[in-house]
């Protein structure tokens, strides 16, 4: 992965997106000095089925709040998109611009906006339409002439992010080693305790782990055997 920048920007559609397996590698930049901050477009709130989501917006931000603190992040911001269907269009693409000139990443990471994982196994709407907008909010960032409402805000243009990195996707091309980060990711993930409980009947430490170490499995099997988080990196 390019070490040449300072500052990041994970872009996702839900609480826990990042926690699923890319938490590991936000600790370890967060280490090295590095700043990284969250931007999710929706609360979460239609991911647990037992809670009316007003209740569930509440609980799943709170647990996201922690979760990026476990991996050292402290700035999460929440957009007001609607949760199962979010929309890929101006409107999107118009909010992820805006908290792109508000932080000025070099880097900004999201996850897969393909179809599919891989193979057969299809993916959200959601993840789909952040992943894409995503995509194309950081040339959009660049044009003062696109989204012009933004500089009436004092949202200058910032035509700086030099890569997307795209995590949870089937052609990987660059992986970062979070041997000593996976515990934390671990950590990061349990954060989402309330959510944990209500997919799995597994120990939440357990399947945390488990998770955890099927995603950084997956990655070291093609990066040098070690655990690894690997991305699709779209250079700028
Ligand atoms: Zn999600």
Redesign the pocket.
């Known amino acids: 992965m390019p070490t040449e920048w300072r500052r990041a920007l994970a872009v996702?559609?839900?609480p826990?997106?990042l926690e699923y397996g890319v938490s590991g590698a936000i600790a370890k930049w967060t280490d090295e000095g590095r700043e990284v901050s969250y931007l999710l477009a929706t609360h979460g709130e239609a991911g647990i089925d037992a809670l009316d989501p007003a209740d569930s917006a509440e609980v799943r931000e709170r647990e996201q709040r922690a979760a990026a603190d476990a991996v050292g992040v402290s700035t999460v911001e929440f957009l007001e998109h609607r949760d199962g269907v979010i929309e890929y269009g101006p409107a999107l693409r118009r909010d992820i611009v805006a908290g792109i000139r508000r932080h000025r990443p070099e880097l900004v990471l999201t996850i897969n906006h393909r179809d599919t994982w891989g193979g057969t196994a299809w993916n959200?709407p959601?993840?789909r339409a952040v992943g894409r907008a995503t995509l194309d909010a950081c040339g959009d960032a660049g044009n003062r002439w696109i989204f012009t409402e933004l500089i009436d805000d004092g949202l200058l243009p910032w035509d700086g992010v030099r890569w997307v990195a795209v995590a949870a996707t089937s052609s990987p091309t660059h992986a970062v080693d979070v041997s000593d980060t996976v515990e934390r990711a671990v950590r990061s993930l349990l954060a989402h305790r309330t959510y944990v409980e209500s997919i799995s009947d597994e120990s939440p430490e357990d399947y945390c782990r488990s998770v955890q170490d099927a995603a950084t499995g997956a990655g070291a099997e093609q990066f040098g055997g070690v655990p690894a988080v690997a991305f699709e990196l779209f250079a700028r």
Request: avoid cysteine; proline fraction near 0%; charged fraction near 40%.
């Open positions: 996702v559609a839900h826990d997106d959200t959601d993840h």
